[in-house]
């Protein structure tokens, strides 16, 4: 009988990481004050967005084996009033381990 091997295990976690966003998501200019977000069907902002600046601190998986796919979408300020809506946009995220800084 020949000897076969198993396939290394996949394990991870929760945990959290910083996620930034520059003003250059902001296609018309202006700077990120606000983000809707969500992490697959693991975890999400608040129902009413994340207000005040462009960092969010998202529950994710971490870890071996861990893969994340963050959907978001931007309000940027421009001209002290105007705040307009960005693009939904995804990015995937593989963490090892928890408080790691990501900027997009």
Same mark, same amino acid.
């Given at each position: 009988?020949?000897?076969?091997?198993?396939? *290394?295990?996949?394990?991870?976690?929760?945990?959290?990481?910083?996620?930034?966003? /520059?003003?250059?998501?902001? *296609?018309? /200019?202006?700077?990120?004050?606000?983000?809707?977000?969500?992490?697959?069907?693991?975890?999400?902002?608040?129902?009413?967005?994340?207000? /005040?600046?462009?960092?969010?601190? *998202?529950?994710?998986?971490?870890?071996?084996?861990?893969?994340? $796919?963050?959907?978001?979408? @931007?309000?940027?300020?421009?001209?002290?009033?105007? $705040?307009?809506? /960005?693009?939904?946009?995804?990015?995937?995220?593989? *963490?090892?381990?928890?408080? @790691?800084?990501?900027?997009?």
């Amino acid at each position: 009988m020949p000897l076969t091997l198993a396939s *290394p295990a996949q394990a991870w976690s929760g945990g959290n990481v910083w996620i930034n966003f /520059g003003s250059w998501n902001c *296609p018309s /200019g202006g700077s990120v004050v606000g983000i809707y977000w969500a992490v697959d069907n693991y975890s999400s902002g608040p129902a009413e967005g994340d207000w /005040g600046d462009n960092v969010i601190y *998202p529950r994710v998986r971490v870890g071996s084996g861990a893969y994340n $796919t963050i959907s978001y979408q @931007l309000f940027c300020k421009k001209w002290g009033w105007y $705040t307009y809506q /960005g693009v939904v946009s995804q990015r995937d995220l593989s *963490p090892y381990q928890s408080g @790691l800084s990501y900027t997009y």
